[in-house]
Structure formats: C-alpha cells, structure tokens
C-alpha cells in the first residue's frame, strides 16, 4: 500500500472538511441562517472528497497497481474523516441537515464520505494496472 498516497488523501480531505467546516460557521455567523451554513459546508466537502482523492491517485496510475491504489485511498479517506475535528461531533458532512448532531449523524456523515470518496478513487484508478505486467524486449 502506498503510504504516502494514504497520508496525502488523509491530509487533504481532513484540512479541507476543516476549512469547510470553518467556512461554513463563518457563513452561518454572517447570516444566522444555518441550513443555508449546512448546506454550504456539504457542497464544500463533496467537492472536496471528489476532488482531492481523484487528483491524488490519478497522479499514481503509472507506478502502481490498482488494489493498493484503492486501499490507500479508502484508508486515507477514512484516516481523514476521523482526523477531522468537525467529524468528532457529527458536524462534518450534510447529516447535521437531517438529523441533530451526534452519533448518527457522525455515521452517516463518515458513510457519506466514504461512499463519494470511493467513487472518486474508484473512477481515479480504473485505468491502473489489475496484476503486474510482463516487461518484453525486443533487439
């Protein structure tokens, strides 16, 4: 598994559920209208957990196959939910907007994003080898 591929995809969507996150109570302190901050905040993190992975494991296609391509990017993106503070009271995601804040919506928040960040990694990959392939040489 690519380590560092795990560490940037955890990195990158756990800084940017932050500064989503920040974004949106910044809008909801602006406006006091916080279905509208709720609804920001998910728009910001799916692009962002669509985003981020894609580019990342796009970038590593050619050097790597593509199991540990996807286990690195699902590891990180949950590695980056869980490191993201606004996860911790079930505020990182869209489920704040359906449910009230706790457990659940931690839940459904981390299966929100496990789901649309693996459809990211999963379309960033396909193009990646499934097994090692036979160098030939020809003189």
Not at 72 to 81: E, F, P, S
Request: no cysteine; proline share 4%; charged share 10%.
């Amino acid at each position: 598994m690519p380590v560092l591929l795990t560490i940037q995809v955890a990195f990158a969507t756990a800084f940017g559920g932050l500064v989503a996150g920040f974004a949106a109570g910044f809008f909801a302190i602006s406006t006091l209208d916080v279905s509208a901050a709720v609804t920001l905040r998910a728009v910001l993190v799916a692009a962002l957990i669509l985003v981020a992975p894609y580019l990342l494991v796009r970038r590593r296609v050619l050097a790597a196959r593509r199991t540990p391509l996807l286990i690195a990017g699902l590891v990180g993106l949950a590695v980056g939910y869980v490191v993201n503070p606004f996860a911790w009271s079930g505020r990182a995601f869209f489920a704040q907007g359906v449910v009230e804040p706790g457990v659940l919506s931690a839940i459904l928040d981390l299966a929100g994003w496990l789901v649309i960040g693996a459809a990211a990694v999963l379309a960033a990959s396909r193009a990646a080898a499934s097994q090692d392939q036979a160098l030939s040489y020809e003189r």
